[in-house]
């Protein structure tokens, strides 16, 4: 016996049914024995993605450009537990950024990590190294900084799920409603500039700005230089490992300069020295500092050794400034900055082999 065929569903028409209430099925029961769908598992520390240096900046549609921050690179973790706050080399520095702390406890996530910059501005609303190192202590210093704002550049994990595969451009779609209407939190937008690069760049050393960012709109989010960031700089700056000093003969108990060294693979290569930048309560302080670290001979090999140098243990290291390098592999032009903390000591310029 033939069945009778089925009667399509009655169509409902909205100009006669105006007020009809529309309905769906009924809600099912879940049946247990199915998985629920996992959330990505939060990680604890992400290595970051770090700019590759370039001497002009990209051009195309293809590229972001943002302003290069003189400060100390930061993850923030907001997690069910509370917040974390970690270093570039993992280091926990909840404690020394309060004000950030509490700007990442006040987002409405339940969770999340984000990229960002630490700072300190000037007057003129410029990021500055120098008081940003002073309202931390100096090196080794262990002070509480209440000055301290972060600039956030990018989203890694939001809510439970890794964003950071996505394209940067998604991420910081995600970032800029994350931050909306937080424009004087101590957790900030570092705001993408829409500008042709070159323009950009030399409005920015116009202002005296150190720099520019570029970063590929399409790119995930991937640790080390790989080229998907890239930084345009003003002026050259970079961290170096300091092994020993030069005594002043003009003030007694002070340095006239730093001798300097780069890494190259796993061996240190001396770079040249520095001899400004410093005032004399700072030229005093470093000799303090390194004359408890003296050793008989030069972290890297040195061809000219007068008696006058006095030679230390590559464990400090200072933030220089310089113009170009000598065509021997000198620096040229340096003037200090200051001593870069020891949990940010992996930001040692590393030369090519």
Request: aromatic fraction near 6%.
């Amino acid at each position: 016996m033939a069945k009778s065929p089925r009667k399509p569903p009655r169509s409902i028409s909205l100009r006669h049914e105006v007020e009809a209430p529309i309905r769906g099925p009924a809600p099912t029961v879940r049946d247990p024995r199915q998985p629920h769908l996992p959330l990505d598992p939060m990680p604890v520390r992400v290595e970051p993605c770090l700019a590759l240096l370039a001497k002009t900046p990209p051009s195309g549609d293809d590229w972001a450009f943002e302003v290069k921050w003189d400060g100390y690179r930061l993850a923030v973790h907001v997690e069910p537990s509370g917040v974390r706050i970690l270093t570039r080399g993992g280091h926990d520095w909840t404690h020394r950024f309060p004000g950030i702390a509490a700007a990442a406890k006040r987002l409405d996530v339940s969770t999340a990590i984000l990229d960002g910059e630490a700072v300190v501005l000037d007057d003129q609303g410029r990021s500055d190294f120098n008081r940003l190192t002073a309202s931390l202590g100096g090196r080794g210093g262990k002070r509480v900084s209440t000055e301290t704002l972060l600039y956030a550049f990018d989203l890694l994990y939001l809510d439970g799920i890794d964003i950071s595969r996505m394209a940067l451009s998604e991420r910081r779609h995600l970032l800029e409603d994350l931050l909306e209407g937080r424009p004087l939190d101590e957790i900030r937008l570092s705001e993408e500039i829409v500008a042709d690069g070159a323009a950009l760049l030399k409005s920015a050393c116009q202002h005296g700005l150190e720099g520019i960012i570029a970063k590929h709109r399409d790119a995930p989010y991937r640790p080390g230089r790989r080229g998907d960031w890239l930084k345009i700089k003003c002026v050259q700056s970079e961290s170096f490992v300091v092994i020993g000093y030069e005594p002043s003969t003009a003030m007694k108990g002070a340095i006239a300069s730093l001798l300097l060294a780069a890494r190259r693979g796993d061996k240190l290569v001396y770079v040249g020295s520095v001899g400004t930048g410093f005032s004399d309560l700072v030229a005093r302080d470093l000799k303090q500092q390194l004359d408890s670290r003296k050793v008989a001979t030069p972290a890297a090999h040195m061809i000219k050794l007068p008696k006058k140098l006095v030679f230390t243990k590559a464990d400090l290291v200072a933030e220089i400034e310089y113009r170009a390098w000598t065509g021997d592999g000198k620096l040229r032009h340096a003037s200090f900055k200051g001593l870069r903390h020891s949990a940010d000591s992996d930001a040692i310029y590393e030369m090519t082999l």
